[in-house]
């Protein structure tokens, strides 16, 4: 089955940067679509960045020249970017896959912006 494995989250200071990696197998990766969401306490998961199969990318207002969402194909990985951190950004960041097999969510990588 499609399975997903995010890594790369931790703890960073404000204005810092990370790398979120995300891994899928059970899949030929290169037929689906990628996206990127998270998820703060107390509020719903939302959308952040997404690149299709073509390699469109699209992107949220509130990440939009901060974060940049790339795919290696060879690797079945689809990375996200991230600058420029805030506090505001601290969540659970969610990577999904949708394609002809259906949509799946990985088990998340908490990201933390404090000083």
């Known amino acids: 089955q499609v399975q997903l494995l995010e890594s790369g989250g931790g703890l960073v200071q404000p204005g810092g940067s990370l790398r979120l990696s995300c891994v899928a197998s059970g899949t030929i990766f290169s037929i689906n679509n990628m996206g990127w969401h998270r998820q703060a306490p107390g509020k719903a998961r939302e959308f952040l960045a997404a690149?299709?199969?073509?390699?469109?990318?699209t992107y949220a207002d509130s990440v939009k020249g901060r974060f940049t969402i790339s795919r290696d194909n060879a690797k079945n990985t689809v990375y996200l970017q991230m600058a420029s951190l805030e506090p505001e950004d601290t969540a659970v960041y969610y990577c999904?896959?949708?394609?002809?097999?259906?949509?799946?969510w990985g088990q998340g990588t908490q990201v933390t912006v404090s000083s």
């Open positions: 999904r896959l949708t394609g002809p097999s259906g949509s799946y």
């Open positions: 690149i299709t199969k073509g390699g469109t990318t």
